[in-house]
């Protein structure tokens, strides 16, 4: 790659780099969210994890978005059956895997013949819940004891439809239309309702990703520090825009769209940032692609499993907060790599059970 300040010049490595340091961005945020949230109660945190819930897995659903857009005529070849049986080893097999570990774990400790574990499971938040509610929570995200998961469900389907609707239409201005249109009937006669809020706001944040890659809408964003700087300034006025309406519609469907708003230009923000340190490379590029290759290891098990015991055992031991917080974080990220890497890329059938790779 030419190193003139503004070039851009991407070869397919360069772009593969590109998204992975976008990944390693969200993933990033993802634990930061997770961990601080067990810490902290004053504005600032707030402030902080709100912005990261409203970025982290729109980073994922841009590039998801993205790299659809490029492999849609290598997709377009191998049919909706085979795409979506692809898009269920990656994505369907680890969600089931992970979700029916704690749906199943609390079904056994909810029937032992004494009150401790029913106690506890109540204490975190869980419910007994029957075989049937299960299965039915399984396939609809319903009854959820994790809700983190819900990416990997919403991501599946976002695909098939975006891979049905293609079919039809290489439009994709005409299918951001109609996930508009879903979006709003979503917050107008589901607002109530976590998963398709979820998949609605992921639907815009997908085809905006597409965009970006058929319009090559990198070219103006890469290692640009003019338009670095104008997307910090622009999610700071997004996040900041007050929506207050006595119309309880308008007021769901404002807000809704401002958090769609804020994802999109997160993910702006962060290609930004990530084409900034792969035209000029030190420490933090080489950590962010480290973590980008290994992030959906990471998303998967960093918590609760990692990061909520670790907050657990750190406050028994009287920590200051704010090492307990990069202690939690630090183990969040290094443990699931060193699992991967070490225990389940040995196998490959727990990697394709638990990670889908």
Known sequence: MSETKHSYCMNSTDEHDMLQLMRGFAILLVALQHSIVLYYDSYASMVLISVCVFIDVHIFMFVSGYLFQKKSDEYSKIGIKRFAAKKFQSLGVPYLFWECLFYFGAFILYRLPFSAPASLMNGLGFRKLSLPQILVGLLTFRYSYIQMYWFL???????????ALSRYSDRIETMLLLFLIFSACTVLFKNDDYIFIKISRSFLTFGFGRLFQKYRLAKPFFNNPVILIFSVFFLYFVYRIPVSFDNLFLHTTISSLR???IGISGALLFFCASSFLLV???ILTRLMLLLGDYSLAIYLMHNPFIIHASSIVFKKLSLPNAVSNVLSITLGISVPILLYKYVIKKSAFL???MIGV
């Open 153 to 163: 469900f919403a991501l599946f389907w976002v695909l098939i439809i975006n891979y």
């Open 351 to 353: 990697s394709r059970l």
């Open 280 to 282: 000029h490379k030190s």
């Open 259 to 261: 958090i769609a708003a």
